[in-house]
């Protein structure tokens, strides 16, 4: 099963309406969960992350999201959406490989966000 | 600016050559992490090495190795260079581990002919 899945290649949204880009996990254990932007032609900046405790994570630029444990997903959110948020989002999360008992960073497929004016 | 920095910035060369690229991690961080991104794969985890010593392996090729030197920069190596090699390689560095957060450089596009 895939560890990280973004169901959505793409979402489009109105500018200053809220925006969820989304994201369900599977991983054996604590997951431990992040998102990060992709701006064109620029490396990937991090977002926020979620470790352990509140369920709601705020992260940089104003976007927060909500781990979910019974539905294994944490969602990337905002309230207003600009249209400097369209780029793409990628969630990752960090597992365990059974085999060599280290960890690594697994990444979604990403989605792009496109806010119109 | 990340502070991380990565050369060359392009690479082009041809099918069974070698090529070697480096990544300068922030002050202060120990980790370095190495990406490929490519249009049909993704992102995808290389590998990770804290403070010179390899620390998490992802889907790295055997053709492929890297390394940490004792200044904590990093070099990825990309031996018999095929053509499906061609894809943006992004280096990131965090202060210790995976639970970090990782900064990311501006990528060296590797396109192989």
């Known amino acids: 099963a895939q560890s990280v899945a973004q169901p959505e290649d793409q979402v489009n949204v109105a500018e200053g309406n809220p925006l969820t880009v989304k994201c369900t996990y599977s991983v054996s254990g604590n997951p431990y969960l992040f998102w990060y932007v992709q701006y064109p032609n620029r490396g990937l900046q991090f977002l926020l992350k979620?470790?352990?405790?509140?369920?709601l994570v705020k992260g940089s630029y104003g976007f927060e999201a909500e781990f979910n444990k019974s539905q294994t997903s944490f969602h990337l959110k905002k309230p207003s959406a600009l249209v400097s948020d369209s780029a793409l989002y990628f969630c990752a999360v960090r597992e365990r490989d059974e085999t060599s008992g280290t960890y690594k960073y697994i990444f979604g497929t990403g989605t792009r966000l496109k806010v119109l004016a | 600016d990340s502070g991380v920095t990565q050369t060359p910035k392009h690479l082009i060369t041809a099918t069974g050559q070698r090529v070697t690229l480096r990544c300068s991690p922030r002050s202060g961080d120990l980790s370095v992490y190495w990406y490929q991104q490519s249009l049909d794969q993704g992102l995808q985890f290389l590998i990770q090495?804290?403070?010179?010593?390899?620390?998490a392996k992802g889907n790295i090729l055997e053709r492929f190795s890297a390394q940490q030197f004792p200044d904590l920069h990093s070099e990825l190596n990309l031996s018999s260079l095929e053509l499906g090699d061609s894809a943006l390689y992004f280096c990131a560095s965090s202060v210790a581990g995976l639970l970090d957060e990782q900064f990311f450089g501006p990528g060296t596009r590797l396109t192989v002919l």
């Open positions: 979620y470790i352990t405790g509140d369920n």
């Open positions: 090495y804290y403070n010179g010593e390899e620390r």
